[in-house]
């Protein structure tokens, strides 16, 4: 897969998977405040972390590489 089409497609995932579900407040933000608040987590939610992290990973990794100028696109 080519790297432009690597970083639409995390734009995407990010915007769809890494928010899911939307209301009433973002997966992700409930397990980051889970971690910045030190509140005791299962294994589940650190599987939930990873899977609604990993786009966002992704994306700003890309981006990064574009900013920088180390993309080829």
Same mark, same amino acid.
């Given at each position: 897969?080519?790297?432009?089409?690597?970083? =639409?497609?995390? #734009?995407?995932?990010? #915007?769809?998977?890494?928010?899911?579900?939307?209301?009433?407040?973002?997966?992700?933000? $409930? =397990? #980051?405040?889970?971690?910045?608040?030190?509140?005791?987590? +299962?294994? %589940? +939610?650190?599987? +939930?972390?990873?899977?609604?992290?990993?786009?966002?990973? %992704?994306?700003?990794? %890309?981006?990064?590489? $574009? %900013?920088?100028? $180390?993309?080829?696109?």
């Amino acid at each position: 897969m080519k790297e432009k089409n690597l970083f =639409q497609f995390s #734009l995407i995932a990010s #915007l769809t998977l890494g928010l899911a579900p939307f209301f009433p407040h973002a997966h992700i933000w $409930k =397990q #980051l405040m889970n971690i910045y608040h030190n509140r005791p987590m +299962d294994g %589940l +939610d650190w599987f +939930d972390l990873v899977m609604h992290g990993t786009p966002w990973v %992704l994306f700003i990794i %890309l981006g990064i590489r $574009k %900013l920088t100028g $180390k993309a080829s696109w």
